[in-house]
């Protein structure tokens, strides 16, 4: 079994930057897609950020250009570095595995962008 834990999310001012973190317990890591979702109150759960097992990556339109997904395969871990954070960023995070068919979600974390 999969077991996903995210960390470092909190309160950030407007502009400010997060790195998120998702430690990813279980075999066969480096040939999962990982990704990273995000679900604000009354919306549904989107895509952010995805990577693949050979690094290539996708971005919502909505932080191309603002967030950096990376994973590191020796750490099991993958990274959502967040830049030039926006109130609309809001959400809790969740990180995501997928192999094939199966999917596993984290726990989440939630990411507030206020002043």
């Known amino acids: 079994q999969v077991q996903l834990v995210e960390s470092g999310g909190g309160l950030v001012q407007p502009g400010g930057s997060l790195t998120l973190s998702c430690a990813f317990s279980g075999s066969m890591f480096s040939r999962y897609v990982m990704g990273w979702y995000r679900q604000a109150p009354g919306k549904q759960r989107e895509l952010v950020a995805a990577i693949t097992s050979g690094g290539s990556t996708n971005y919502a339109d909505s932080v191309k250009g603002r967030f950096t997904i990376s994973r590191d395969n020796v750490k099991n871990t993958v990274y959502l570095q967040m830049n030039s954070l926006k109130p609309e960023d809001t959400a809790v995070y969740y990180c995501?595995?997928?192999?094939?068919?199966?999917?596993?979600w984290g726990q989440g974390t939630q990411v507030t962008v206020s002043s």
């Open positions: 995501n595995a997928r192999l094939t068919t199966f999917y596993y």
